[in-house]
């Protein structure tokens, strides 16, 4: 089912008849999942539990280890992320700039049982 698509730090945008542009398949689940990681901790206030706050967490002195277990915990609880296979996380810090953290999703749909991938880099 196709969803208002909403990049995160981007406005709504139209389509070319003045719509809402909608989304759905990877990118709606990708929208969701990157919500799902940037939305601070307690962020929405009738869903407490509902937020990783990524942001929130620049400036500290997180490990890799703990980022992908944060990481790990928030698309556990993604009803489009399938269970099995696991989703594989990888967790890197740039050589060239250690505060510069990237981190690749790979999940299966769990509607469409389709491999998904994308990279986030903060």
């Known amino acids: ?8 730090h981007e406005d709504f945008t139209l389509d070319a008849t003045g719509d809402l542009l909608v989304v759905d398949g ?9 919500r799902r990681l940037f939305t601070a901790v307690k962020g ?3 869903h407490p539990d509902y937020g990783a706050g990524l942001p929130q967490k620049i400036g500290s002195t997180l490990s890799v ?4 277990a944060v990481c790990a915990a928030q698309l556990a609880l993604e009803a489009s992320v399938a269970p099995n296979p696991p989703a ?3 967790v890197t810090r740039s050589l060239t700039d250690p505060g510069l953290i990237s ?3 790979q999940f299966t749909d769990a509607r469409t049982g389709a491999s ?3 990279t986030i880099t903060a």
């Open 26 to 34: 990877d990118d709606e689940v990708r929208q969701r999942l990157e």
């Open 116 to 118: 998904v991938s994308f």
């Open 88 to 90: 594989r996380l990888n």
């Open 44 to 46: 929405y206030v009738w």
């Open 103 to 105: 981190i690749d999703i």
């Open 1 to 8: 089912m196709a969803d208002v698509s909403l990049e995160w």
């Open 65 to 68: 280890p703990q980022i992908k």
